[in-house]
């Protein structure tokens, strides 16, 4: 199969780690179909890797992280990054014979995807903000109701985001759930006292959080909730990751006077592993999420997780058995509490989480659903032309 892939986040100069999740899932299936990426980017940062792997770069013109950030004056811009992608889509299209079209997100991907007029099958995938937020801003919740209804099949990455598409006119039966997948033998159990030696790390008990630093993930709150519980436990706080909030977070832990938060600031993807494995719990305060991938890493390493109960996080957090979720900050404080207390707990769930993620959410897995998926579109839409018995 000729497979074309169109997404407004993949690994870039300034963000090595932006997509890197559909990146990961392209090179599995490129080993068995043909794969063509159209992307943005200001300077490639990835070599061309398998030789069914083609990329298709446009430029990216913005410094903001999400859509969500870019500025009024900006407009223009994004219009002509949306004709940039659009026009880059439609020379791919049809000078490669694609089969199948598969967006990552409603908008600008999807949305460019339903705009290409050609009769080849079209898939998006939806990861959270996309339905979650712009369904409900004027005009993007038109552009996103259009693109999910001229989609063939729209994939949701949890059933939260599902029961959401649903509310927001998507037809039940073009939804299937397919989670991003993850690596088990690049995020796995390692030896967390011999890595955090090689990292110079030191900490009797250290909580991670990995992802960007925006509004929304509130790592102000874990900074909080660390802040209280410092006054009582030996513990850590490793900040991987880094975006526009940085200097604000930082800022109020100087405030707060302490003194065992760490910026690691962003890292290489390769390391992110060893920086989850290496770590005692990872938590996430999100205001909002789809199904986190960091959630899936660090389950995959062996790591249980704490979460605030947002978007599609009890597809995988099962509550008491491979992590915790929780409604508010005095109940985050009470399970870190128990994993501080309890090394057996501790250990016991970060099993439970590993052996969750091998069943059920291996990128070898979902990627033979991915594989599946495309092929019976393609088949519907030979029988519809005839071209089959």
Same mark, same amino acid.
């Given at each position: 199969?000729?497979?074309?892939?169109?997404?407004?986040?993949?690994?870039?100069?300034?963000?090595?780690?932006?997509?890197?999740?559909?990146?990961?899932?392209?090179?599995?299936?490129?080993?068995?179909?043909?794969?063509?990426?159209?992307?943005?980017?200001?300077?490639?940062?990835?070599?061309?890797?398998?030789?069914?792997?083609?990329?298709?770069?446009?430029?990216?013109?913005?410094?903001?992280?999400?859509?969500?950030?870019?500025?009024?004056?900006?407009?223009?811009?994004?219009?002509?990054?949306?004709?940039?992608?659009?026009?880059?889509?439609?020379?791919?299209?049809?000078?490669?014979?694609?089969?199948?079209?598969?967006?990552?997100?409603?908008?600008?991907?999807?949305?460019?995807?339903?705009?290409?007029?050609?009769?080849?099958?079209?898939?998006?995938?939806?990861?959270?903000?996309?339905?979650?937020?712009?369904?409900?801003?004027?005009?993007?919740?038109?552009?996103?109701?259009?693109?999910?209804?001229?989609?063939?099949?729209?994939?949701?990455?949890?059933?939260?985001?599902?029961?959401?598409?649903?509310?927001?006119?998507?037809?039940?039966?073009?939804?299937?759930?397919?989670?991003?997948?993850?690596?088990? %033998?690049?995020? @796995?159990?390692?030896?967390?006292?011999? $890595?955090?030696?090689? /990292?110079?790390?030191?900490?009797?008990? +250290? !909580?991670?959080?990995?992802?960007?630093?925006?509004?929304?993930?509130?790592?102000?709150?874990?900074?909080?909730?660390?802040?209280?519980?410092?006054?009582?436990?030996n513990i850590d706080l490793l900040i991987i990751g880094d975006g526009p909030e940085r200097n604000n977070?930082?800022?109020?832990?100087?405030?707060?006077?302490?003194?065992?938060?760490?910026?690691?600031?962003?890292?290489?993807?390769?390391?992110?592993?060893?920086?989850?494995?290496?770590?005692?719990?990872?938590?996430?305060?999100?205001?909002?999420?789809?199904?986190?991938?960091?959630?899936?890493?660090?389950?995959?390493?062996?790591?249980?997780?704490?979460?605030?109960?947002?978007?599609?996080?009890? %597809?995988?957090? @099962?509550?008491?058995?491979?992590?915790? $979720?929780?409604?508010? /900050?005095?109940?985050?404080?009470?399970? +870190? !509490?128990?994993?501080?207390?309890?090394?057996?707990?501790?250990?016991?769930?970060?099993?439970?989480?590993?052996?969750?993620?091998?069943?059920?959410?291996?990128?070898?897995?979902?990627?033979?659903?991915?594989?599946?998926?495309?092929?019976?579109?393609?088949?519907?839409?030979?029988?519809?032309?005839?071209?089959?018995?």
């Open positions: 199969m000729k497979i074309q892939y169109i997404t407004s986040s993949f690994p870039r100069e300034d963000n090595q780690n932006a997509g890197i999740f559909i990146y990961n899932q392209i090179k599995k299936l490129s080993k068995n179909h043909e794969i063509h990426v159209v992307y943005p980017t200001k300077h490639r940062i990835l070599d061309q890797g398998p030789a069914n792997l083609h990329l298709h770069e446009i430029n990216y013109p913005f410094k903001s992280c999400t859509m969500s950030q870019i500025k009024s004056g900006e407009l223009y811009r994004l219009i002509k990054f949306c004709y940039s992608m659009y026009t880059e889509s439609f020379k791919v299209t049809h000078k490669n014979n694609i089969d199948v079209i598969h967006s990552h997100w409603s908008i600008p991907s999807g949305f460019i995807s339903s705009l290409l007029l050609s009769n080849t099958p079209q898939v998006i995938t939806l990861h959270g903000s996309d339905i979650k937020i712009y369904s409900k801003k004027f005009p993007y919740k038109l552009l996103v109701k259009y693109s999910i209804s001229r989609a063939d099949k729209i994939i949701t990455v949890s059933n939260d985001l599902k029961d959401i598409a649903i509310s927001c006119g998507c037809d039940p039966k073009k939804i299937v759930v397919i989670p991003n997948g993850v690596d088990i %033998d690049k995020f @796995k159990p390692v030896n967390k006292e011999y $890595v955090k030696k090689l /990292k110079n790390i030191s900490s009797n008990f +250290l !909580i991670c959080y990995v992802g960007s630093l925006i509004k929304i993930k509130r790592v102000d709150r874990l900074i909080k909730i660390s802040n209280e519980l410092s006054k009582d436990y977070l930082e800022n109020l832990v100087s405030t707060l006077g302490m003194k065992n938060v760490k910026f690691q600031g962003a890292v290489p993807n390769e390391e992110i592993p060893e920086y989850i494995s290496m770590s005692d719990v990872l938590a996430l305060t999100s205001e909002s999420e789809g199904l986190p991938t960091v959630l899936v890493e660090s389950m995959s390493c062996g790591v249980p997780v704490i979460t605030l109960d947002v978007g599609g996080v009890k %597809d995988i957090v @099962k509550n008491g058995i491979n992590g915790f $979720v929780v409604n508010d /900050k005095e109940e985050f404080k009470e399970k +870190l !509490i128990k994993y501080i207390e309890n090394e057996d707990l501790k250990c016991s769930h970060g099993a439970a989480g590993r052996k969750l993620i091998e069943e059920e959410q291996s990128i070898d897995k979902t990627s033979l659903r991915l594989s599946k998926l495309y092929g019976e579109l393609i088949n519907t839409y030979k029988k519809e032309d005839g071209l089959s018995a």
